[in-house]
């Protein structure tokens, strides 16, 4: 079983910027692909942004152009760039397989974009 471990989150002014990391157990993790997904109070969880094993990425229309997947797999980490944060991109971040096959999910990483 992989588990996974979110980082990065925290309070930030809208217009501002935070870098999310995932690091992932297990040696497989070069082989699936890996997507961030978030949770904001009282709504579902959303993919937010997802990366192929070869690198091809897709991202939820709210973030497009301002959210950047990326990953290392020598690291067994997955990153997300977020910059120009919205007020609406307020939520807990997970990261898990891309797009389904999920393992357990982890804690998540909480992101509050207020001024």
């Known amino acids: 079983q992989v588990q996974f471990v979110e980082s990065g989150g925290g309070l930030v002014q809208p217009g501002g910027s935070l870098r999310l990391s995932c690091a992932a157990s297990?040696?497989?993790?070069?082989?699936?692909?890996m997507g961030w997904y978030r949770q904001a109070p009282g709504k579902q969880r959303e993919l937010v942004a997802g990366?192929?094993?070869?690198?091809?990425?897709i991202y939820a229309e709210s973030v497009k152009g301002r959210f950047t997947i990326s990953r290392d797999n020598a690291k067994n980490t997955v990153y997300l760039q977020m910059n120009s944060l919205k007020p609406e991109d307020t939520a807990v971040y997970y990261c898990?397989?891309?797009?389904?096959?999920?393992?357990?999910w982890g804690q998540g990483t909480q992101v509050t974009v207020s001024s």
């Open positions: 898990n397989r891309y797009p389904s096959h999920f393992y357990s």
């Open positions: 297990g040696s497989t993790f070069s082989d699936y692909a």
């Open positions: 990366i192929r094993s070869g690198g091809r990425t």
